[in-house]
């Protein structure tokens, strides 16, 4: 099987994949963060990495290295950005390396790239970075861009065998049912289910007040319950979101269909 | 042993050993940049993480989430910027990570941050980057910062023995005998050998001009032969660098000696 | 009545206002962004206006000007930024007009600071935006500011109303029920009933692509059908989501219960 | 009559107007800004959309949503930044509105804009925020901008009937003769005669003090007296400038003679 | 006579006039702009320069170096930037120098600072530098600034001598009698009066249009004849400006009277 | 002989020597810095530009107006940035100095520029500036910039000369004996030999530490001792960097060899 990852490969190789091969690239995008005693503060950036190289083998694809850290956590989807440990970028940094990034793979001759966000507070920075680089490179520049939200992929069914009491949406899954069962998918030995909190689950009010009521949130940083997760639907999750991006980044750039 | 890693560890843990237990927090800075054929595009921020983690090892230190991308490469100490795969960022980017990850840590409660710069055209921005922040924290901070390149530390005498023919300074070692000799070290399995190419060292004169003149670079993109490289040097440049970090990071953070 | 814009006020009422009494200021950010052929331009800006001026009669407020431009709108959720007539700023651009105005609402003497988004693209960078503005003026600082989207306040009685065949979610509500029945309320000469698409609802892979995938959007620039608008519907949102903020600005500021 | 204002147009109707049309397309940017105890603090956004909307009518013309927030007002012409209830822009923020807003009216086919400043302070940014947005249109691009301060089309002639004991200049003519009468004549119920303050003129040294030295300016922040105000010569001055500036905008963009 | 330039001295006789002396510091700023055929690009910071130094040597004052390019020309005022040789900065940039150079005055313990602008287009600039600088010093630095366009010091007993038919106003002023009676006192030998032009004054309509309308002005670059340029006449300017700069220095630095 | 100084030459001059002539442009760029009680603040400036008019004068060159002002110094090449005097500039203001000045002299018709650093924290800002300038200009740019640092200039055979026990290297040059030499050669009237301190050479640690270590740092500022300097010295660098410029400067410009 092919490299993978971007950073194991030489230069050389790189070239050959994507000026030659038309190999997309995947770029993820995940933060430092707290989740929770029982997940690592790496886990976006891990779960992003782990969902693109996972998309990747699926078409010839390249990983290139992650943007490990993201913007500032929200009370109401991360936390909040008062957690220790939780190490945030300004949104004019984050939107600004992700221009730079568009802007370098356009020059090596990338014409199919996917941005693979594992941090829900990321998504509009994103947004801004590519149109920035977009609009740099101009209406001539062959470059597509794809960029997705991983969990947005998981289908109704699929949802509803992770949540059979209901799925409580992805803002509050946060450290929680979903990202803890792909965790143990992709990094048993970083999961702690013994430390699992059993607070219930957070109840925000229909807005936001600054500097943050950290008394909203709970202590753990856990937002809902995280003791439904199994390793099994995080495969069943993992298994899925790879497929169909896959089939996405297939329908979507022209290529040939899964070998 | 305790993790060393703050992407794998939670923030509980991350809390308990930056508040209670002062732990030195490591930075790894680095790039994604050709190497040559026989290098892989990642290997400066893989030597950079790898040296913050031999040394964090030494002084109970935790090693944050490496910066994988840095400023343009330059021809003279890489190759040049138009190198495919060599993805850069520009100066105001890189400098902003930099100053909002040292506010972060400095939230924390960290008081002891090392960022530790893989990639020689790094350097000028996270000086930059530091004092920005430093300058927000203001006077009063108790956050001090130690940045270092890590090839400043090799001693001469280690420079005799890996250069039996004389060094030829930092600038040229890109892609050569020093990251060639810890590629080998670290991670064996990312070096091919049989590719290193023949070229003679690159020649520059005293200036440079722009747009880059790709012919001063050799087509490979290696500015000295890597052809004395060896993992017993790689051994022993890491093992050096590793000890003399955790010594200045035990002076001048004020740590007792080494267990 | 007292006057409740800020424009129309003079600077010695306005002092008099946020100094002596606390009145809470509300801010308004809208867009000047398509709503179809049956809305105008102004949509966002006008329906931010005036529920702000409906919340801040209910607690003795003042609404300053509106921000009348917002971030560029996206397909999923305004159509995408290549419609004429769109216009839209940077996110930068947007991010320091929200810093800049609130780091003068703290020099008036402003403790209670309400800005009220009524374009779904604004969000992130009003939280930037205040972000920025509140480390800058340091933890001492007595201002507090609350953001909100209005349609978060909507309650399921409400959409329930609104959407006798359920809601498809904020996302596609665009130029669609709920804004054009809150036009017919608060502007119904600024509405043609007549010219309502009978376009089906909007239907969006999970992921964007870039440049815009123009022909994934209704050329009316509708996302799902405004044909169940009515004034009264209008009317009974209108009304809730003013005494909804009225009471969350009371709770949260402090302010004794209404008259 | 056509609608004049884009926020109450429909994005088709717009469309219309701009592409097949070539309507010109006034863009009025203003401040939130003491006016004395006589004016609004919106004064100068008012009369900058008012005097926008006059000339407009004149040649078929269409007038964006105003920015209502402007530069740091300044001591000699508008008091100073210390007053309450004054709400101002850094240099930044105002020009990149004003880039961002060329920019998108470009965009849109828009050939013919016209922006009219009511805010002296606002100048420059206007001038550095067109400059910015030309350059990145190019040279090819077939917009023409005319940027005006609507004040400078008034002639000798009406400046000697409204200020029969001689102009002050427009410095000083901040919430005082020219303005007042301009509200009088706009927006009277905004004004009120009763609190124009008996001040005398304003005397400033040929240098500014930061910071600001604010017993330099009267506490009421009128810098000349108002007192000659009238609502027939603000009739007079708006008649004026409304034909003025629709001449000039006839004459450099190629339009017909007025209907 | 003790050194006036603060490029010629060391760093300990600058700290001992700062700190122990409490001299003020004086910063000119000019512009490399094209001041007709007669003229040199540099005059405005040549004359900036030599205002300032005339001045220092009346109050025991320290003349920084001078920043000698300057925002963009204007047609209105400096002939307009599509000129060869004028050599301009953005906004941000020029704001930024000024308030680097502020900053850095402040830290050096300068309390009495005099920015002596020469480039009539930098004013605003100017005041957006010192204001984001004197935010960032805070409320207790003991620092005041003053910010002062020499012209605007002449009398109207000078204006009267020096244009015997009529002042034109500083914006036409441009390479004109002022500036060239100036250089023809400081720098004779930089005059070339025998290539004055001979065009009749520029005349403007009252609006800007953009692009450029180079046709609005004269080809040589100059609004209005310097014929009427003597020595006499700059040395009478010279003098009066210098004299009356350090009067209002002494005056508003609380330093004691001239010697 | 021709005019020099960019800033002494009128417009059409210099339109008609670098349109017509092909003349090239030096751009200095130095920093207003402590130089130990010997030397003045000026002297990276004055160098700058010194080297900069012998090497114009060999080659028909013009030198536009020098940056005056530097990046922030740092302790083990300029003593740190918290010595009085020293006057430094952001990374981002310097970048955009040199990017602003770039784009200006390409619309002038320049297609050779040479930037002369003479200030050695620079370099890397002015690299990210040209690299702004070049990108903004696009590839069919017919400009060609080379940027320099005068001191790589110098052969062995004159370091030889100038240091007979041996080269400390550049880093240490700092107000020792290679400027003190060259101040002799260009400004003998700026030095003060008898000043010149006694201070063994400065002793770094391979890494920096922030906030600055100000006891690593001589009180007088310098790094190692000047006490060798002479103005022979001086006339030997100076002739030899002048030289070498010229002919780098005629090679890779295309310009025929010296008259």
Redesign the interface.
């Known amino acids: 099987m092919p490299e993978t990852?971007?950073?194991?490969?030489?230069?050389?190789a790189?070239?050959d994949r994507?000026?030659d091969g038309g190999s997309p690239v995947f770029l993820p995008v995940g933060a430092?963060e707290?989740?929770?005693?029982?997940?690592?503060?790496?886990t976006d950036?891990?779960l992003a990495s782990a969902v693109s190289e996972s998309a990747a083998r699926l078409v010839d694809g390249i990983v290139?290295?992650?943007?490990?850290?993201g913007?500032?956590s929200?009370p109401k989807c991360g936390g909040g950005n008062h957690?220790?440990?939780?190490?945030?970028?300004?949104?004019?940094?984050l939107?600004?390396?992700v221009?730079?990034?568009v802007r370098?793979?356009a020059?090596?001759?990338v014409t199919r790239l996917v941005i693979v966000n594992g941090h829900y507070?990321n998504?509009?920075?994103l947004?801004?970075g590519?149109?920035?680089a977009?609009r740099e490179l101009g209406?001539t520049s062959p470059l597509?861009?794809?960029?997705?939200e991983y969990w947005?992929?998981f289908t109704p069914e699929t949802l509803a065998k992770v949540f059979p009491d209901g799925f409580p949406g992805y803002a509050l899954e946060h450290a929680a049912v979903m990202e803890t069962s792909m965790m143990l998918h992709f990094h048993p030995d970083?999961v702690?289910l013994d430390?699992i909190p059993d607070d219930p689950p957070a109840d925000f009010?229909?807005?936001?007040?600054?500097?943050t009521r950290t008394d909203w949130v709970p202590p753990s940083?856990v937002l809902s319950s995280a003791k439904g997760a199994s390793r099994d639907k995080g495969q069943a999750m993992a298994d899925e979101v790879a497929k169909?991006?896959a089939t996405?980044v297939r329908t979507?750039f022209g290529l040939g269909p899964a070998l």
């Open positions: 990852l971007m950073n194991r490969m030489s230069w050389v790189y070239r994507v000026q430092t707290q989740h929770g005693p029982h997940l690592p503060l790496g950036a891990l290139a290295p992650a943007f490990a850290y913007f500032k929200q957690f220790c440990g939780t190490t945030s970028l300004d949104a004019q940094t939107a600004a390396q221009r730079d990034a370098e793979f020059r090596h001759g507070e998504q509009w920075f947004i801004e590519i149109d920035l977009m209406p597509t861009v794809m960029r997705l947005d992929f970083l702690r430390l009010p229909p807005y936001d007040i600054y500097p940083g169909l991006i996405a979507e």
